[in-house]
C-alpha cells in the first residue's frame, strides 16, 4: 500500500528519462553509478589477475636458490609491479568501486551527486593502470619497490624511464582516488533517504564515508612527495639529493603519511562490508552497532599518527619511536571491538552458513593472525630484526590478502546476485574458498619462518645453506595452490555470469535497501523512493527477523519526471531540495585524457604537460558550459 | 642472462660460522634482549588470538546445530563488548607495551662504553669498514672483540643500505647524509653474517658481510697487520701483476695503500691492500680463492649481475701475474 | 505503515549557498588543497631544521618581499569585490555581479603578473639546492593556484556579462557560491605561503636547524 507511486508507466517514464544514450558513444560517455562501479570492479579484478600473475613468477623465481627464470633487473621490476598493481590497481579501486555501486542503492538514492566526476575518475584510474604497464611491456617498469624511496628511486641512481612510470601513473591514480571521495562523500551526507539519520545509516555507508575521508586527508601528501620527486627526475630539482642540501627522510615521512593510513583505507570499508555480511547470515542486527561505528571512525583519525612505524630501522630518536609504537598498539583495541561485535552476532544468531560467511570466517582468522604480527611488529626493538623481512611480508599478506581480499571475495559472493540477477556456483564457490585458505596458509605461514631465519625481502635470488630453501618451496608450491583457486572463482565467475541460478530480487532476506530493488537495479535505482525508520528498514524488530515493506516517498510529480535526485540534510536526512543530475557526457573521457596526456607527457617532454594543462582548461569549460542546461520548458 | 655461481655454504661453515643467520638464535646481548621480548610478544598476543579463534570456530559449529531464533539483548552484549574489545585487549596491549620500553631502553646504549670505534659506510653493493683510531681500512669483514661492545659509525656513499646481523643486534638504516649509530657485542668468538636489509638496486640480495669476533690479543693483531701499507711485490710475477693492476686501471677504483691511490677522493671500489686476507670476495658472493679471483677479475657480472665493476679481459700470462701480486696482499 | 507517503513533489529545484552540492564539492577540494599547501609547507621546514648552517643556504640571498608583497596585498584586496560580489548574490540582484567579478578578476590577474615578475627577476633558479627547489616549487605551486582562480573569474565575467545570471538559475548561483569559496580560499592561503617563503628567512633568522 504504500509503494503507490510506482505504478509501470511511472517505471517506464523514469527509464526514459535515466536512459543511456546508446552505442559506442553511450556506453564512451556512461555516468550511471551502476555502470561505473561495475567498471572499476571488473578492471581491478583484472589488475589482481595481473599482479597474481606477477607474484607467480616472484615465487617461481625463489622456489630454489641461486634461480636464473628471471634476471635481478626484471625481478626488481617484477615485486615493484606486483606491489603497486596490487595497493593501487586492484585493491583500492575494486573497495571505490564497490562503494560507488553501493552506496547509493544502500542509501535509496537515484544517483550519486556528481556524476561526470565518477565518469572521470574511472578513465582516469583505467589510463593511468594501462599506462604503469605500458612500462613493463616494454621491459622498463619502475623497480625501486612499491614504496620507492630516494635517491634510488632519483635522477642519480635510477636511469632510464622507470621510475618515471611510477610518479606519472602513481600521481595520476591519486587524482582518481580524490574524484571518489569527493563524490561519496557528497553523496553519504546529502543524498540519504529521508528518515535515515547518521545512527541508521548502515555500516557499509560509514566505511565507505570513513574511506573517503581519509582518502582527502592521506592521498594529498603522496601526490605532493611524488610531484617532488618528478621535479627531481624531471626538471633537475634537489629534493632528495644529499649533495645539494636535500633530505632523502623527508620522503619516508611523506609517503608514509599517505601510506599507513592507506593501509586503513583498505581495510576499512571491508569492515563495514563484512558488517552487512554478517548480520545477513545471523539473521539479526549487528551487536553494538554505534560501537562498531565508534571503532570505524577512530581507525580512521587514529590511523594519521602511526606512520612512524614504517621507519623504526631509520635511526629516529627512541622517545618519538616509542610514541609511535603505543600509538600503533593502541589500534587494537578498535579493531577487537570489530572482532567481537561480529563474534557476538554469529554467537547470538541464527547461523546460515552460506559462502559469504565462510569468507568472512576466514577472513576472521586470517585478520586476528596478520593482526597479531602487526602488533608485535609495532614493538620498535623486536621490529628492528624482522624489518625488511619475510616477516614483514608474511604480515602484510595475512592482513592483506587475508584482511582484506577474503572479505572482498565475501563480497563478491554476496552482492554478485544484485548486480547480475544471478547466483554464484556453490560447488565451485566452495573449491575456491578451501584452495584460498589452504593455498593462502601454505604460502605465507612459511614466510613468518623466514623473516627469523634473517631472509631479507626484495632479494631475487639466496644462497644455499642458509636454511631458507624448504620453506620458500613451500610457500611457491602454496602460491599456486592459490593460483587454482583463483581459476576456480574465474570459472564460475563467467559461468554464473552466463547460466547461474536467478537469484531473484533478496536471495539472502537482508535487511537493507539495497535489496528493495530489482536485481539487477533499474537504472533509476528505485521506482519509489525509500523512507526509512530504522537500520534495517526490511526486517521487523528483534532476533529472526521477518520482512517487511520499505515505506516511500512521493518524488515524482506526474506528468514532471526529470532526472533529479532528492537532497536531504547531512545529520538527520530530512528532505531539502530536489538536484538536477546531468546527463551522460564525453567530457569526461576529454577531460581524462588531457590530465593523463599532461601527467605521462613530462616522461617525455615537458612541453606535453603545457599541451595536457591547455587541453584540460577546454575540457572544463566544456563540461561546465553542459553543466548547465536551460531549464526544461515548462511542463 | 647472466646467473650467479653457486656459492658454497661449506665455505662459510668452514668460515666459522656458526648456527643459521637466525634471529632467534642470538650471539649478543641487544640481539638476546630482542628476542627476551618476542616471547613475550608471541606468549602476549598468541593466547589472545587462539582463544578467539577457538571461539569463532566453536560458536560456528554451535549455531549451526542448535535450533530455533537468535536472541538480542543490546545493553548485555554492550556490556560484553567493552570487556572483550577494549579491556582486555588494552590489559594486554599496556603489557607488551611496558616490555617495549624496556627492551628500547637496553638496546638504545651498549652495558659498557664501548672501546672501539668503526665507521662502515655502504655502497652500492659492497661495505667499507674504517677503523679511524687504528688507521684500517677494509671491507666487507668487520672485526671485533669478543665480549665487549663497539660503537658503529654508519653511513652511505650513495642510496640507502641497512646494516643487519641478525644474530647480534636489530638493523640500522645507512642513510645518505646521515650518520646513524649501532653497538655490537659478540657472546663468544666467532664469524656471524650481516646482510643488506635495505633494497639498494639491482644487487641488493648479494650485498652481504662477515662479523668476525675475536678474542683481544687476536684483533690487537689483525688491527696492526690491516694498519701496515702494502707489502712491495717480492716476486717478478707479483712485480709485473702490480703492473698490469696499473695498466688495467684497477688504480681507477681500488687503493692499495702504499703502492696505489685510487684516482678519486673517494674510492668507488673495496680497499685491496690486504685483499687476500678475508674469507669471502665481493660481499661474500664468492669464497677466496684463487680460482674465485680469477673468474671474478675477467667477469664480475657473471658472479654478481648489476655490480659496480666492469669486465677486463686479460691474456693468461697477465692473469697469472695479476693474481700473484693480488694474492701477496695479506 | 499506513500513512500516506510523504510527498515531496513540490520540493524547490536546486539550492543555494551552504545547501548546494557544488559547494560541498568545492568545500571538500578546498579540503583536498589544504593538505596539499600544508604538506608543501610543512616540507620547506623540514628541509629547514634538517639543513645545517644558514637558511637559506650560502651563496643565495633571502628573497626579496617587495614584488610577492604587493601580489599578495592585489589578492587580499580582491576580497572586496568577492564580498560585494556575494552581498549582490544574497540580495538577488544579478547585474551587479558585472562589475564585482571583473575587479575580482582584475585583482587576481595583477596576482599572476607580480608574481611572475617576482619569479622571474629571482637570481637563481630551481637546480641550485634543496633550498631553490623548494621555494620555486611552493611559489609555483601558489601561483598556479591563482591562474587557476584567474581562469575561473575570466569564465565567471563573460558569463555574466552575457546575462547568464539574469536568469537567477539556482544552479547556475550555486556554482558562483562554490567559485566564491575556492576565491576565498585561494586568497586566504596565499597568507601562509608568502609568511613561509617571504617572512620566515628573516623572522626565523639566517640560522637552519641541523
Ligand atoms: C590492510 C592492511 C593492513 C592492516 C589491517 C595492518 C594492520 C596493522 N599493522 Fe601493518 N602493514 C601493512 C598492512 C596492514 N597492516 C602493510 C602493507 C605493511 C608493509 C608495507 C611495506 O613495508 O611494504 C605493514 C607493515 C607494518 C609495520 C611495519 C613493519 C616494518 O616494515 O618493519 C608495522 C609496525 O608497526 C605494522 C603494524 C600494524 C598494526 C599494529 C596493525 C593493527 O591494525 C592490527 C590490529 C588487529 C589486531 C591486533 C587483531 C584483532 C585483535 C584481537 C583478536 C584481540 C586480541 C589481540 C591482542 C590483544 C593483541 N604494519
Ligand atoms: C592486496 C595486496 C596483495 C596481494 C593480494 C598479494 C598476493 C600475493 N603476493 Fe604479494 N605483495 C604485496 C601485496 C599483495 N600481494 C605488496 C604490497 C608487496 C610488497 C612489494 C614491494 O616490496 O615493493 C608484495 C610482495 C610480495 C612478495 C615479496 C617479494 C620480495 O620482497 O622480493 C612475495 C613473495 O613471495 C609476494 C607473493 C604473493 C603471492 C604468491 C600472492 C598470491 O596471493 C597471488 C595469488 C595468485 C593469483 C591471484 C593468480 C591469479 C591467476 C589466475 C586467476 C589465472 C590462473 C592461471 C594459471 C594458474 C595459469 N608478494
Ligand atoms: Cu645495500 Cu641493499
Ligand atoms: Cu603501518
Redesign the pocket.
Same mark, same amino acid.
Given at each position: 500500500m504504500s509503494t503507490a507511486p510506482a505504478e509501470p508507466d511511472l517505471r517506464q517514464t523514469l527509464a526514459r528519462v535515466w536512459a543511456n544514450k546508446p552505442g559506442l558513444v553511450g556506453a564512451l560517455g556512461q555516468v550511471n553509478h551502476k555502470t561505473i562501479g561495475v567498471r572499476y570492479m571488473v578492471t581491478a579484478l583484472a589488475f589482481?589477475?595481473v %599482479? %597474481? !600473475?606477477e607474484? +607467480?613468477v616472484? &615465487?617461481a623465481q625463489?622456489a630454489s636458490p641461486n634461480a636464473g627464470l628471471v634476471s635481478p633487473e626484471l625481478y626488481n621490476q617484477l615485486?615493484?609491479m #606486483? %606491489?603497486s598493481t *596490487? *595497493?593501487f590497481l586492484? /585493491?583500492v579501486p575494486f573497495l571505490e568501486g564497490l562503494a560507488i555501486y553501493l552506496v547509493p542503492l544502500m542509501i535509496g538514492t537515484r544517483d550519486m551527486a556528481f556524476p561526470r566526476l565518477n565518469a572521470f575518475g574511472y578513465w582516469v584510474y583505467l589510463f593511468a593502470g594501462l599506462a604503469l604497464h605500458v612500462g613493463l611491456l616494454a621491459g622498463v617498469a619502475p623497480d625501486a619497490?612499491?614504496?620507492n624511496y630516494p635517491p634510488l628511486s632519483g635522477p642519480g641512481y635510477s636511469l632510464g624511464p622507470h621510475i618515471d612510470y611510477w610518479v606519472a601513473t602513481i600521481t595520476l591514480l591519486e587524482v582518481a582516488a580524490l574524484a571518489a571521495a569527493v563524490e561519496l562523500i557528497v553523496t553519504i551526507l546529502r543524498q540519504r533517504a529521508p528518515g535515515m539519520t547518521l545512527s541508521r545509516m548502515p555500516l557499509f555507508v560509514w566505511s565507505a564515508l570513513v574511506m573517503a575521508f581519509m582518502i582527502v586527508f592521506a592521498m594529498p601528501p603522496l601526490v605532493v612527495t611524488s610531484l617532488f620527486l618528478g621535479l627531481d627526475r624531471f626538471a633537475g630539482m634537489h629534493f632528495f639529493n644529499v649533495a645539494a642540501g636535500g633530505e632523502p627522510l623527508l620522503w619516508q615521512h611523506l609517503f608514509w603519511f599517505f601510506g599507513h593510513p592507506d593501509v586503513y583505507i583498505m581495510l576499512v570499508p571491508v569492515q563495514g562490508a563484512v558488517s552487512m555480511i554478517v548480520p545477513a547470515f545471523a539473521r539479526r542486527p549487528l551487536a553494538g552497532y554505534r560501537w562498531a561505528v565508534l571503532s570505524l571512525v577512530a581507525i580512521g583519525f587514529v590511523s594519521f599518527g602511526l606512520w612512524v612505524h614504517h621507519m623504526y630501522a631509520a635511526g629516529l630518536p627512541v622517545l618519538g619511536t616509542s610514541f609511535f609504537a603505543g600509538a600503533s598498539m593502541m589500534i587494537t583495541i578498535p579493531s577487537a571491538v570489530l572482532i567481537f561485535a561480529w563474534i557476538l552476532t554469529l554467537w547470538r544468531g541464527r547461523l546460515r552458513l552460506e559462502l559469504p560467511l565462510l569468507f568472512v570466517i576466514g577472513f576472521l582468522v586470517l585478520l586476528i593472525l596478520g593482526g597479531i604480527t602487526g602488533i608485535m611488529l609495532a614493538s620498535q626493538p623486536f621490529d628492528t630484526q624482522v624489518h625488511d623481512t619475510y616477516f614483514v /611480508?608474511a604480515h602484510? #599478506?595475512y592482513v +592483506?590478502?587475508g584482511g /582484506?581480499?577474503f572479505p572482498i571475495f565475501a563480497a563478491i559472493y554476496y552482492w554478485f546476485p544484485k548486480v547480475t540477477g544471478r547466483m554464484l556456483g556453490k560447488r565451485l564457490g566452495h573449491a575456491h574458498f578451501w584452495l584460498f585458505l589452504l593455498g593462502f596458509n601454505v604460502?605465507f605461514f612459511p614466510m613468518h619462518l623466514l623473516g627469523f631465519d634473517g631472509m631479507p &625481502? &626484495? /632479494?631475487y635470488t639466496y644462497l644455499p645453506g642458509l636454511g631458507w630453501e624448504s620453506n620458500n618451496l613451500l =610457500?611457491t608450491i602454496g602460491?599456486f595452490i +592459490? =593460483?587454482?583457486g =583463483? !581459476?576456480a572463482f574465474?570459472i564460475n565467475f563467467f559461468a554464473s555470469l552466463l547460466g547461474g541460478r536467478r537469484a531473484g530480487d533478496d536471495p539472502w532476506q537482508a535487511g537493507t535497501l539495497e535489496w528493495a530493488t530489482a536485481s539487477p537495479p533499474p537504472i533509476y535505482n528505485f521506482a519509489a523512493l525509500p523512507a526509512v525508520d530504522d537500520l534495517e528498514p526490511r526486517w521487523t524488530e528483534g532476533p529472526d527477523p521477518r520482512p517487511r515493506p520499505v515505506a516511500s516517498v512521493a518524488f515524482d510529480a506526474p506528468g514532471d519526471v526529470r532526472r533529479e535526485v532528492l537532497a536531504t540534510t547531512a545529520l538527520d536526512a530530512r528532505p531539502e531540495h530536489r538536484v538536477p543530475l546531468p546527463a551522460s557526457s564525453l567530457w569526461p573521457l576529454a577531460l581524462a585524457a588531457s590530465v593523463t596526456l599532461a601527467f605521462v607527457g613530462a616522461m617525455t617532454h615537458l612541453g606535453l604537460v603545457v599541451v595536457g594543462a591547455a587541453l584540460s582548461a577546454l575540457a572544463l569549460v566544456g563540461w561546465f558550459r553542459q553543466a548547465n542546461p536551460a531549464p526544461e520548458a515548462p511542463r | 642472462m647472466t646467473r650467479a655461481r653457486p656459492f658454497i655454504a661449506s665455505a662459510l661453515l668452514a668460515a666459522g660460522c656458526q648456527g643459521p643467520h637466525s634471529v632467534l638464535s642470538p650471539a649478543g646481548p641487544a640481539a638476546r634482549s630482542i628476542e627476551g621480548l618476542w616471547w613475550v610478544l608471541f606468549w602476549g598476543t598468541i593466547v589472545a588470538a587462539a582463544l578467539t579463534i577457538v571461539l569463532i570456530v566453536f560458536v560456528v559449529l554451535r549455531r549451526r546445530r542448535v535450533p530455533g531464533p537468535g536472541t538480542v539483548d543490546a545493553r548485555r552484549e554492550d556490556r560484553w563488548l567493552l570487556v572483550t574489545g577494549v579491556a582486555i585487549p588494552a590489559a594486554i596491549v599496556l603489557t607488551l607495551l611496558v616490555a617495549t620500553f624496556r627492551t628500547a631502553e637496553q638496546v638504545a646504549r651498549p652495558p659498557t662504553e664501548p672501546a672501539l670505534t668503526i665507521d662502515v659506510v655502504g655502497h652500492q653493493f659492497w661495505w667499507e669498514v674504517r677503523y679511524p683510531d687504528h688507521g684500517v681500512v677494509t671491507a666487507n669483514e668487520i672485526h671485533i672483540p669478543v665480549g665487549r661492545p663497539v660503537r658503529l659509525r654508519l653511513g652511505s656513499a650513495d642510496v640507502i643500505h641497512s646494516f643487519w646481523v641478525p644474530r647480534l643486534a636489530g638493523k640500522m638504516d645507512m642513510t645518505p647524509g646521515h650518520v646513524t649509530e649501532l653497538w655490537l657485542e659478540a657472546d663468544s668468538p666467532g664469524v656471524y653474517r650481516g646482510q643488506c636489509a635495505e633494497l639498494c638496486g639491482v644487487q641488493h640480495a648479494l650485498m652481504a658481510f662477515l662479523v668476525v669476533a675475536q678474542p683481544d690479543a687476536e684483533l690487537a693483531a689483525w688491527l696492526e697487520a690491516q694498519a701496515r701499507p702494502a707489502a712491495a711485490p717480492v716476486t717478478d710475477a707479483s712485480a709485473r701483476g702490480l703492473t698490469v693492476y696499473r695498466q688495467f686501471d684497477c688504480v681507477a677504483c681500488h687503493a692499495v695503500r702504499g703502492l696505489t691511490r685510487p684516482q678519486q677522493a673517494r674510492a668507488p671500489g673495496p680497499d685491496l691492500t690486504h685483499l687476500s686476507s678475508r674469507r669471502t670476495l665481493a660481499a661474500v658472493t664468492l669464497p677466496m680463492s684463487r680460482g674465485n679471483l680469477a673468474g671474478w677479475i675477467l667477469d664480475p657480472q657473471a658472479h654478481k649481475p648489476g655490480n659496480r665493476m666492469p669486465a677486463t679481459t686479460l691474456t693468461p700470462d697477465q692473469l697469472h701475474d695479476l693474481l700473484a701480486f693480488l694474492e701477496g696482499l695479506r | 505503515m499506513t500513512s500516506p507517503p510523504l510527498d515531496l513533489t513540490a520540493l524547490p529545484r536546486g539550492a543555494r549557498g551552504a545547501r548546494a552540492f557544488a559547494v560541498w564539492g568545492v568545500a571538500l577540494l578546498v579540503a583536498i588543497e589544504l593538505t596539499v599547501v600544508a604538506s608543501m609547507i610543512t616540507s620547506y621546514f623540514y628541509l629547514r631544521v634538517t639543513t645545517s648552517g644558514p637558511w637559506p643556504p650560502p651563496g643565495i640571498a633571502p628573497p626579496d618581499p617587495t614584488l610577492a608583497t604587493l601580489a599578495l596585498a592585489s589578492l587580499l584586496a580582491s576580497l572586496v569585490p568577492l564580498h560585494l560580489t556575494l552581498r549582490a548574490l544574497r540580495q538577488g540582484t544579478p547585474a551587479r555581479l558585472r562589475p564585482t567579478l571583473a575587479t575580482g578578476l582584475a585583482l587576481a590577474a595583477g596576482y599572476v603578473v607580480l608574481s611572475a615578475l617576482d619569479l622571474a627577476k629571482k637570481p637563481h633558479d630551481w637546480t641550485v639546492n634543496a633550498y631553490t627547489s623548494i621555494e620555486w616549487t611552493l611559489s609555483g605551486y601558489q601561483l598556479f593556484h591563482v591562474i587557476a582562480l584567474t581562469g575561473l573569474l575570466a569564465a565567471l565575467t563573460v558569463a555574466a556579462l552575457r546575462g547568464r545570471f539574469d536568469r537567477l538559475d539556482p544552479t547556475d548561483l550555486a556554482i558562483v557560491d562554490g567559485a566564491l569559496l575556492y576565491w576565498a580560499f585561494v586568497a586566504a592561503a596565499a597568507v601562509p605561503a608568502w609568511a613561509t617563503l617571504y617572512l620566515s628567512p628573516r623572522l626565523l633568522g639566517a640560522d637552519g636547524g641541523g
Open positions: 589482481f589477475v %599482479g %597474481g !600473475l607474484a +607467480l616472484i &615465487r625463489l615485486f615493484t #606486483h %606491489g *596490487m *595497493m586492484f /585493491v619497490g612499491w614504496f /611480508v602484510f #599478506h +592483506l590478502f /582484506v581480499v604460502t &625481502r &626484495r /632479494v =610457500a602460491a +592459490l =593460483a587454482l =583463483a !581459476l574465474t | - | -
